[in-house]
C-alpha cells in the first residue's frame, strides 16, 4: 500500500505490472476507489498489468477510500 502526501493530503495509489504507464481512474463520484475499479465490466488492473504499469488511486473523500485531504470549492483544480 503506498501513499503519495503533501501538506494535509493524502493520496493511496498502487502500481501493478511493468512497461508504459497507464494511469486508471475509478469512475463513481465519492465511491471512486481502487476496489471499484475491479466491479466494473472488466478489471483494468489485472487486464493490463502484463503489458503495462498500471497506476490505479482511491478519489479523495471517497466513501471507502484511503486519500484524504481538503477540497476548495473555489479552487479544486489546485488541491
Known amino acids: 500500500m503506498s501513499f503519495y502526501e503533501k501538506g ?3 493520496i493511496h495509489y498502487e502500481e501493478t505490472g511493468s512497461g ?3 494511469l ?3 469512475g463513481g463520484g465519492l465511491n471512486s476507489t481502487i476496489s471499484g ?3 466494473g ?3 483494468p488492473i489485472k487486464e493490463f498489468k502484463g503489458e503495462y504499469r498500471s497506476i490505479a488511486s482511491d478519489l479523495r ?3 471507502d477510500g484511503q486519500s ?3 477540497l476548495e470549492i473555489d479552487r ?3 488541491s
Open 24 to 26: 486508471l481512474i475509478a
Open 20 to 22: 508504459f504507464p497507464l
Open 68 to 70: 484524504s485531504g481538503p
Open 41 to 43: 465490466p472488466f478489471d
Open 76 to 78: 479544486p483544480w489546485d
Open 37 to 39: 475499479l475491479a466491479r
Open 8 to 10: 494535509p493530503v493524502r
Open 61 to 63: 473523500n471517497a466513501n
